[in-house]
């Protein structure tokens, strides 16, 4: 049973409006959240984090909220821009620093049209 | 920056064919991990590996083998490879301990075709 799951494999939205991408966890042990953004024919490359010890971290026009009680998080993407058309996983592990695995979701392919 | 490379981008193998899959990183990172892309899957772990001649199976090993004697190097080993192991296989490499954030550096991954 897939513990990370994000449920919408595709989002189209308009350049310059916002994306929201969602996961889901099952698993209350995560304690530590990654998104990855993938380009075809490229590896992951790693986009924002957030501790569950907070409920939002930003970084410029990326903003990803966590909401514990649900096992639920989202990343926002706001504007958005054509360049950000790719495939985003959300990540998650747990023991921060321990070296642990990261348990990967099915991932989100956004198309942003111009 | 970190630069995690594999030998190859694209391979196109045979049935029952051996496969050898190789990563290299150069940042010293204790941590490798071998995974493979399919759509709707994710990223699945195959296997990973904490030190050199250590390995721990991930979610995924069966049909696989791994092999780390040097410590920037991690070799994924298709015994004998079979149809449904065409894939994308991804590499990635992290820091061990204080100083992670449990991020991992991937590789830009081999498109892997078995005949």
């Known amino acids: 049973d897939q513990q990370v799951k994000q449920n919408s494999p595709s989002l189209s939205v308009q350049e310059g409006r916002i994306s929201i991408l969602n996961c889901d966890y099952t698993n209350s042990m995560f304690d530590y959240f990654l998104w990855y953004k993938k380009y075809p024919a490229e590896g992951p490359t790693f986009l924002i984090s957030?501790?569950?010890i907070k409920d939002k971290n930003e970084d410029g026009r990326f903003t990803v909220f966590l909401n514990k009680s649900a096992k639920h998080l989202s990343l926002h993407i706001v504007p958005s821009q054509p360049g950000d058309s790719a495939v985003y996983f959300c990540?998650?592990?747990w023991g921060v620093g321990a070296g642990n695995m990261l348990t990967f979701g099915g991932g989100t392919r956004l198309m942003v049209k111009p | 920056d970190v630069k995690v490379t594999q030998s190859s981008r694209y391979l196109v193998k045979r049935t029952g064919e051996k496969v050898f899959l190789e990563c290299v990183q150069d940042?010293?990172?204790?941590?490798m991990f071998w995974y493979r892309q399919d759509p709707g899957l994710g990223l699945r772990l195959i296997y990973f590996s904490y030190d050199v001649k250590m390995k721990e199976k991930g979610d995924i090993p069966e049909g696989y083998s791994v092999s780390r004697e040097k410590k920037e190097r991690f070799s994924l080993i298709l015994e004998s490879a079979s149809t449904n192991q065409t894939s994308m296989y991804l590499c990635a490499s992290s820091l061990l301990g204080e100083g992670s954030n449990n991020e991992q550096f991937f590789g830009p991954g081999t498109r892997l075709t078995v005949l």
């Open positions: 957030i501790s569950s």
């Open positions: 990540a998650a592990s």
């Open positions: 940042m010293d990172h204790e941590n």
